[in-house]
């Protein structure tokens, strides 16, 4: 008899309190509750774990060492599990190689199409591949850019070459290779080079005919700077150090191949031709306009090609990413973007009774395309699969047969179901989604007033048509726009252009001994206080230093290699997880040892440590809406949203003197309780007289804004466009932009946004670009 229900009893992954749940199989649930709550534990660590775990050990010991490694859950038992897909928000990475084409296996039946009908044929599939010397170009290697020196970047010409002219190391006075440009004769070391004639400075650089001219010639065995810099740096074999490797990052750049154009292929596979285009041009097209043109395809022997392939981009083009290219490395792909193209695999599957669970799918989305994923999701559900959604977007919960939601608080305060029922039942519950869902924000806001402008002119980068725009000064900008409409890019021109802080959700570290504590600064202020009460170095509170255990070397756990079987990591034998010697942990503050205090919340450390210092300290990281977070808790396990408001939290602690601050969707992973602690974030930011510019998509934090900058109309080539720079208030829904249109909508509690009446108070426009519509 097939089970109904997946059944979870006794779960005690993280925080989970001996939690049970009974969930529906063959339908949509969604996950919800505040962020830290537990229901990425209950999903992700126990329901999803357990199923990939006895999904691998049906296989044999080789095979188990080749697959995705899973934990057994902390749980008494569970049942009615299935084989399990997890699409996740980690970023696809790779390596350069790696592009949409590739890892959606698009590129694969283009390479096919383009070996049977090209013109003049070249030979296999494989000769359009760049990843393969028989079809890459020989002097990117596949890569399609170079690298190449940043000579703009290699002088000071203020400087003479006894002041440091050279700026590339090594080459100053004193360095090794001063002397070979000094100490020559050919050139005047005291003179500053902008007093230099252009060939002087051209013979410097480049040597060959330009020194060759010189009133007196350099040594036979001269070379220019960026000849010499070249060979030292880019035409080397060895192993680069991380002291080159900075070098090379501060004074080259990528510039697109000479030989391929950017195309990655060889000459010969360049030539060829299918309805008169190459493929280099064909991954050039975005996804939309590329499934029309492949649909012209008519040859009989490629039927079954073209229509796997055309399937595979209106798939793509279904979920939100018609506006890609195939030629777009996968490196430079969101978070949301990256989960939907691993979906992309997922829609043409014929397998049933699977378990389906995505991490918050609607993560980069503009409000307009999140029906698209709603749609995906039912479609899988129909399919006769359980499908499982960590979400906090209403609208995903507004499609779900069920809702569950874990609480009632973070951490310690979580890990309980606290409700379970339709989304209509919800909206009445007593539960911090319930009284979310009920909150009214709808109401008027009154702009502040800018400190000065901030100009962006003429930006063309990726899809940006000549914008100029005007950003206030001290005060919240947000920039919004479908997926794909440019935000992003002017975003990347506003950081290039001006001493611009990102706060981004990329990793804070990648080593397991960093922890909130350490990263933000507080890790030394409390070594000091236990040094203090104590009488003892505060060396000997450092898991890194002279108290770590020597059996963990400091990581409380000992990982063990059992070659073919799965690697073992179990907690220290020696000091049972708490990471120092016995010695230390006999110190204490406020009967707390060194372990007991890296096992406190943040909200609890705040309470129990006897100093202003470390409270006050800790208090940002409250502020931020991470008060849950163990101090000890490695980094390695946030997820992009707490990365990004730890470094909030770190910037708070320690900015003075006013900044640009540029966030990339700090909602993500937000639940939307937690948006007024944000916004709180945010405005205390501006109140210390920085400029915050937001790429947002949340509706809650566009209103809050002071001044509104809307791309598009569309994504890709139909975005790049300024539909409207002014504030939030007066973009009404007669403009018929989708973001225009979002404002006015409804939200979760059924109130329609408020617009402003005749006596509102004006804003004030933050400069001479003013605002279009």
């Known amino acids: 008899m097939v089970k109904r229900s997946i059944s979870v009893k006794g779960a005690r992954t993280n925080n989970l309190r001996d939690l049970d749940a009974e969930i529906p199989r063959n339908r949509l649930v969604v996950f919800a509750g505040l962020s830290g709550s537990g229901k990425s534990s209950l999903v992700f660590d126990t329901i999803a774990a357990e199923a990939g775990y006895q999904l691998n050990d049906t296989f044999p010991p080789f095979t188990r060492n080749r697959l995705p490694k899973w934990t057994r859950p902390d749980v008494e038992h569970i049942d009615g599990l299935s084989p399990v897909v997890v699409i996740d928000q980690r970023r696809l990475g790779g390596n350069a190689r790696s592009t949409v084409g590739t890892i959606t296996d698009t590129w694969a039946y283009l390479r096919l199409l383009y070996s049977r009908l090209g013109d003049p044929h070249v030979g296999e599939s494989n000769r359009f591949s760049f990843n393969d010397p028989a079809g890459m170009c020989p002097a990117c290697s ?33 360095g090794y290779w001063y002397s070979r440009y000094a100490d020559i004769g050919s050139f005047s070391a005291d003179t500053p080079l902008r007093d230099w004639s252009r060939e002087e400075r051209e013979a410097l650089l480049h040597g060959g005919e330009a020194a060759a001219r010189l009133g007196r010639r350099p040594p036979k065995d001269y070379e220019g700077v960026v000849e010499r810099f070249t060979r030292i740096y880019l035409n080397t074999s060895d192993n680069v150090s991380e002291r080159k490797q900075e070098t090379i990052r501060r004074f080259t750049r990528s510039e697109v191949c000479p030989d391929c154009g950017g195309d990655r292929l060889n000459e010969r596979s360049r030539t060829a031709t299918v309805r008169g285009r190459t493929i280099g041009e064909l991954a ?249 009460h104590n009488g003892v170095p505060a060396a000997l509170f450092s898991a890194n230093s002279e108290g770590a255990c020597p059996g963990c070397g400091g990581l409380g756990t000992v990982y063990t290699d059992l070659a073919f079987m799965d690697g073992q990591e179990v907690v220290c034998e020696a000091c049972r997880g708490r990471r120092f010697v016995p010695e230390v942990l006999a110190h204490t503050v406020d009967g707390l040892s060194i372990a007991d205090v890296e096992a406190l919340s943040v909200d609890q450390a705040r309470k129990r440590l006897p100093d202003e210092a470390v409270a006050g300290a800790l208090r940002h990281l409250s502020e931020v809406g991470l008060g849950y977070l163990r101090l000890g808790q490695p980094l390695t396990t946030l997820s992009g949203g707490e990365c990004q408001r730890v470094k909030i939290a770190k910037e708070l602690r320690d900015t003075v003197r006013p900044t640009v601050y540029l966030l990339d969707e700090p909602t993500t992973g937000l639940h939307p309780g937690d948006i007024d602690t944000l916004l709180g974030v945010l405005d205390a930011l501006v109140d210390q007289g920085h400029t915050v510019v937001v790429i947002e998509h949340d509706l809650d934090v566009v209103r809050h804004a002071d001044w509104l900058i809307d791309l598009g109309p569309g994504p890709g080539r139909h975005g790049g466009t300024v539909l409207y720079e002014g504030p939030v208030r007066d973009y009404r829904p007669e403009a018929g932009t989708p973001t225009a249109r979002a404002l006015a909508a409804p939200g979760p509690s059924g109130r329609r946004p408020r617009s402003p009446g005749p006596s509102g108070r004006r804003p004030r426009s933050p400069g001479p670009s003013g605002r279009r519509s």
Do not use: C, W
């Not at 970047?153 to 590339?168: E, N």
């Not at 949301?336 to 991490?359: A, W």
């Open 142 to 174: 596949g890569l399609g850019e170079v690298v190449a020196p940043a000579v703009d970047r290699f002088l000071d010409l203020d400087r003479s070459l006894r002041q440091g002219a050279i700026l590339l190391p090594g080459f100053g006075d004193g």
């Open 284 to 532: 050039r097209l975005e996804v939309a306009e590329l499934a029309g043109f492949v649909r012209g395809v008519e040859a009989p022997s490629v039927a079954p090609v073209v229509a796997a392939l055309v399937s595979r981009l209106d798939a793509m083009d279904a979920i939100g990413l018609g506006y890609l290219t195939l030629a777009r490395a996968t490196t430079t792909l969101s978070g949301g973007e990256s989960q939907r193209v691993k979906i992309v695999k997922h829609l043409g599957s014929s397998l049933t009774e699977m378990v389906y669970v995505f991490d918050e799918p609607t993560a980069g989305l503009h409000p307009t395309d999140v029906e698209s994923v709603t749609r995906l999701l039912k479609r899988l559900r129909d399919g006769g699969n359980s499908v499982l959604v960590v979400e906090h977007d209403p609208a995903v919960m507004a499609i779900a047969d069920q809702v569950v939601e874990i609480g009632p608080g973070a951490g310690a305060e979580g890990g309980r179901l606290v409700f379970q029922g339709t989304f209509a039942e919800l909206r009445h519950a007593d539960t911090p989604t319930g009284r979310a869902l009920r909150r009214d924000r709808s109401g008027e806001r009154v702009p502040r007033t800018a400190s000065g402008v901030i100009e962006i002119t003429e930006a063309t980068r990726n899809n940006l048509r000549r914008v100029t725009v005007g950003i206030p000064a001290g005060v919240m900008t947000v920039l919004t726009g479908v997926a794909g409409s440019g935000k992003s890019s002017l975003a990347a021109e506003l950081a290039d252009r001006h001493d611009v802080t990102v706060i981004d959700q990329r990793p804070v570290s990648t080593s397991r001994r960093s922890t909130p504590i350490t990263y933000t600064g507080i890790a030394p202020a409390i070594r000091r206080l236990f040094a203090r």
